[in-house]
């Protein structure tokens, strides 16, 4: 299994920018997906998961600015990112948990990493 993170980039405060994950291998449409997040000299932090029927929960932070979604005909995960400030520079991974139900967004649930993709906000 593989996951392929892009779309990141550079962008101005209170633009848009949509991150996408490709996963290779496996049963994605089975999959819990989700985005996490560390900034420079931050830890690791969760920012939004989707269940395999869809369903998406965010963390406070990004709540009514970020959209999470999936098209499992493409084995893709979105981030749709709204609204972005400063505090949202980070570099961002998507995970996938291929136990195969919904078991929260716990980190340590995620067997699959990407490699990451860097979104850089400019105030």
């Known amino acids: 299994v593989q996951l392929q993170a892009c779309g990141g980039g550079s962008v101005q405060a209170g633009g848009s920018l949509r991150v996408s994950c490709v996963a290779s291998?496996?049963?994605?449409?089975?999959?819990?997906m989700a985005w996490f997040r560390q900034a420079p000299g931050k830890e690791r932090e969760f920012v939004a998961v989707?269940?395999?029927?869809?369903?998406?929960r965010y963390a406070d932070s990004v709540r009514g600015r970020f959209v999470i979604s999936r098209d499992n005909a493409k084995n893709t995960v979105y981030l749709q990112m709204n609204s972005l400030n400063a505090a949202d520079t980070a570099v961002y991974y998507c995970?996938?948990?291929?136990?195969?139900?919904?078991?929260?967004?716990?980190?340590?649930?995620?067997?699959?990493w990407g490699q990451g993709t860097l979104v850089t906000v400019s105030s």
């Open positions: 291998g496996g049963n994605f449409r089975s999959w819990t």
């Open positions: 989707i269940s395999w029927n869809g369903d998406g």
């Open positions: 995970a996938a948990d291929s136990v195969g139900y919904y078991r929260g967004a716990d980190s340590r649930n995620f067997d699959y």
